[in-house]
């Protein structure tokens, strides 16, 4: 029942004001906890709504991150398109001519292998219909088409000799055998050969083709190789031929001063004392911009901070990586923040607004705010490192400035649990490491490289052919 408050007597004693003022802050209270709990509430269901709308979008909608035509049209044009070194444009009177570009077509074919087929009229067919004189050939008419060629599986037989002397062979006590020189198997015993093992190590990481599919392939080739005897060749393969490789490539990464990094989940089944939905991780580090190509990838069954740790014991410089804090432990390393996660923090809040909402004016000033330091780096692409270090601290660094002046201002008014309020939150505390790439020309203001590297990885992951998803040997 809904207690009610007695009305008080016309000379109402100390002690009955007393009373009554002890029960109305109690009622106070009461209402102010129920006040709290319905704002909570609210802003859980906010949230919520935002997270679900958010997934759809990512589900089923573009991944791009670019900004939307006419969505940063709230800010002056101007600012956006000035160009001071630009010089004036002078009206001339410009006369061209014409010419036939190559097609597309042609550019494609013109590397490609050509098989040409030619049709004739017998001689007995080349009479005129008319005078019963004889045709020639007037011109032709060319039709190009493109022929696929199925995959051969054949047997090679290594036929090795052995040779001996026949004179010694009668006349003397012992005799000298020689055997003719041959490769050795890359898995003895084995029927793999390297280009076997190299199409279906090509098969899997980079097709994303998992094994169990491509031992349905050789099975339409009347070639019986289980799923489990490819596995086995691949461990084998890796073990035997690749670790070397890995190893010496890993000696040169940390010889480095400028690597990027980065993870992803994966599961793996049959693993020994795992549970097969197990969660392990695969961490990725390369080398930058500046330096030749280089990718290795590091399985661990966790996260935990020491994992990268020891992969780059050793390196000293650079290192550019997202928020995950599991990279703060590597020693004598400079962590280099990643802008394309600080922006996309605010682009999935414009992602989860409901439709027909008025885009909210603060995130559109931190997009415009992202957007001009990636037209600043689009500029400065081809410049030389020296170059492009001097103009990010006149350029950049100015927008760097006014863009956490700004943050701290909107973090006051941000709720801290919405999209909003984490978006800038996670801008300020990556603030040291997002500013880290003005000193040195060389780094770059995203981790866009790694993310790259990794992306084959998890879309193998998404069809269930990740490099370990499935494939380990019981």
Not at 305 to 331: A, I, M, R, T, W
Request: proline share 6%.
């Amino acid at each position: 029942m809904k207690k009610t408050t007695k009305p008080l007597t016309q000379n109402p004693t100390i002690e009955e004001l007393q009373e009554r003022l002890a029960m109305l802050e109690k009622q106070n209270a009461e209402l102010e906890a129920k006040l709290k709990k319905q704002q909570e509430l609210e802003v859980k269901l906010t949230w919520l709504e935002e997270q679900l709308r958010l997934y759809r979008l990512k589900r089923f909608g573009t991944s791009s991150e670019k900004t939307i035509p006419g969505q940063l049209s709230l800010f002056i044009e101007v600012e956006q398109e000035v160009n001071p070194e630009l010089p004036e444009p002078i009206i001339e009177t410009v006369t061209y001519r014409r010419r036939k570009k190559r097609g597309q077509r042609e550019i494609m074919l013109e590397d490609l292998p050509v098989e040409t087929v030619e049709y004739r009229l017998s001689p007995e067919e080349q009479v005129c219909s008319c005078c019963n004189g004889s045709l020639h050939e007037m011109s032709t008419e060319i039709r190009q088409e493109l022929m696929f060629v199925p995959a051969v599986v054949k047997v090679v037989k290594h036929v090795r000799y052995v040779y001996s002397c026949r004179r010694c062979e009668s006349e003397e006590l012992e005799t000298p055998i020689q055997t003719a020189p041959m490769p050795k198997p890359v898995i003895p015993g084995s029927l793999a050969s390297p280009s076997l093992m190299a199409h279906i190590m090509t098969q899997k990481y980079v097709d994303s083709l998992p094994l169990y599919r491509q031992e349905k392939q050789f099975k339409r080739m009347r070639l019986a190789l289980s799923c489990q005897t490819l596995a086995n060749w691949m461990i084998r393969g890796a073990d035997d031929w690749l670790s070397p490789i890995y190893d010496r490539m890993h000696h040169h990464l940390l010889a480095l001063d400028i690597l990027n990094a980065d993870e992803t989940t994966l599961q793996v089944l049959h693993e020994p004392g795992r549970v097969a939905n197990s969660n392990s991780y695969l961490w990725l580090y390369r080398t930058g911009r500046e330096d030749p190509s280089m990718v290795l990838y590091d399985y661990r069954e966790t996260r935990a901070d020491e994992n990268p740790k020891d992969f780059l014991k050793g390196f000293k410089g650079y290192l550019q990586v997202d928020g995950c804090s599991g990279y703060h432990k590597v020693e004598n390393v400079t962590l280099v923040g990643c802008w394309a996660h600080a922006r996309r923090g605010f682009t999935d809040v414009l992602k989860s607004l409901p439709p027909g909402s008025v885009k909210p004016v603060a995130v559109q000033e931190a997009l415009h705010f992202c957007g001009q330091l990636y037209t600043i780096e689009s500029k400065l692409k081809d410049e030389s490192p020296e170059t492009r270090h001097k103009e990010r601290l006149a350029k950049s660094k100015p927008v760097l400035d006014a863009f956490l002046a700004w943050l701290k201002i909107q973090e006051k008014n941000a709720l801290p649990k919405s999209g909003f309020g984490k978006a800038i939150q996670y801008c300020l505390n990556q603030w040291d490491k997002l500013i880290a790439f003005l000193e040195d020309g060389r780094l770059e203001i995203d981790n866009n490289r790694s993310e790259r590297a990794i992306k084959p990885v998890v879309i193998g992951r998404k069809i269930g052919s990740s490099p370990i998803h499935r494939e380990v040997p019981g």
